[in-house]
């Protein structure tokens, strides 16, 4: 799992400045084939070093892919259809993350742990689709090397992107910490759930989430961007006081929902707004930088909550999450103001 989200905190950025120098389509489908290639290739892999070694190949491949995605669509598309965009895009991760770990273990039960990598060079056949019909919309020039990096480095050194970074990696941290981490040990060994019942719980998330990003188009519009970051992360403290102070599913099952929800408007409210910040010769750098933020806070979330669950126990580590998420709503507000996003 490290192996393949390492790779993106240090390419994501290098990723996302060439597709701000050269194009979207040259830097996304050199990143789709090698995503494709290494993960196919572990259907092959001899033994684990060689696997994690493709993975982390596969992680290089994949540190370009989230954020061009979200790049293509504020090329193309301008307020508030950015934003419906956007919200659909994230939805359409959340589903695949809810459903293809299933369609994994389907594959592996009937044909053994390689199968699922038979997956992966579907990637190959999307890399041929955005080299045929992906269109690059005209962007300014760029110049020199030298002039492209203080223009990212203006931007990145301004207050909102400060903040907005700051709320990608401590969101991304909480969501991998609390439910995908401490959730599956809390579910079995706090309160007993059987393993049927906590695949049907760790779902939960995920449809809750795919809700209500589905609908950021009609979110946006309505209650601006401050309000749905203040809602999200004020979300994410509620779900994760209430399953930290759960004693069975009555009290479980909501929380679960709202941290559910609270991930749907938050994860596409922060992508809209990094994305609308800055020049358009600078988004790909912006939106990489977005991505290397995220990717520490995978890689750093689970390895945190493990070592306060392995000190205090679930219920502590929950608190402390959702301690973290409060002091994120105070200041979530900050980040974007009436006048300051562009479209």
């Known amino acids: 799992m490290a192996a393949a989200t390492l790779p993106g ?56 892919l989230i954020n061009l995605a979200v790049v293509v669509i504020g090329d193309h598309w301008t307020a508030p259809d950015r934003s419906r965009m956007i919200g659909y895009n994230a939805g359409v991760l959340t589903a695949g993350l809810a459903l293809l770990p299933t369609l994994g273990g389907v594959l592996t039960g009937m044909f053994g742990w390689r199968a699922p990598f038979a997956v992966y060079p579907v990637a190959l056949v999307v890399a041929a689709a955005v080299h045929l019909g992906l269109t690059e919309v005209p962007r300014p020039h760029v110049g020199s090397v030298p002039g492209q990096l203080r223009g990212i480095w203006e931007a990145l050194r301004s207050r909102r992107m400060a903040l907005l970074l700051g709320l990608s990696f401590l969101s991304f941290a909480l969501i991998f910490a609390m439910l995908l981490t401490v959730l599956p040990v809390h579910l079995d060994r706090g309160l007993g759930i059987p393993a049927e019942r906590r695949g049907i719980l760790l779902g939960l998330p995920a449809l809750a989430t795919f809700a209500v990003s589905v609908n950021l188009g009609r979110l946006v519009p309505r209650l601006g961007r401050a309000r749905l970051l203040g809602l999200g992360t004020a979300g994410f403290a509620v779900g994760y006081l209430g399953l930290g102070l759960s004693a069975g599913l009555g009290t479980l099952v909501p929380a679960v929902l709202v941290a559910g929800m609270a991930e749907g408007a938050l994860i596409p409210t922060i992508q809209d707004a990094v994305v609308s910040t800055g020049r358009t010769e600078e988004r790909g750098s912006l939106m990489a930088s977005f991505v290397a933020a995220a990717r520490a806070g995978q890689t750093i979330g689970p390895l945190t909550a493990g070592a306060l669950m392995g000190a205090y126990g679930t219920r502590t580590a929950f608190l402390v999450g959702a301690a973290v998420a409060g002091v994120m709503a105070g200041t979530a507000g900050l980040i974007v103001r009436p006048g300051r996003v562009r479209t």
Do not use: E, H, K, M
């Open 9 to 64: 905190i240090f390419l994501a950025p290098i990723i996302g400045l060439l597709a701000d120098r050269y194009g979207r389509r040259r830097v996304l489908v050199p990143c789709l084939v090698v995503f494709g290639v290494a993960g196919g290739a572990g259907l092959v892999a001899p033994n684990l070093a060689w696997l994690v070694t493709l993975r982390f190949f596969q992680g290089a491949g994949s540190a370009g």
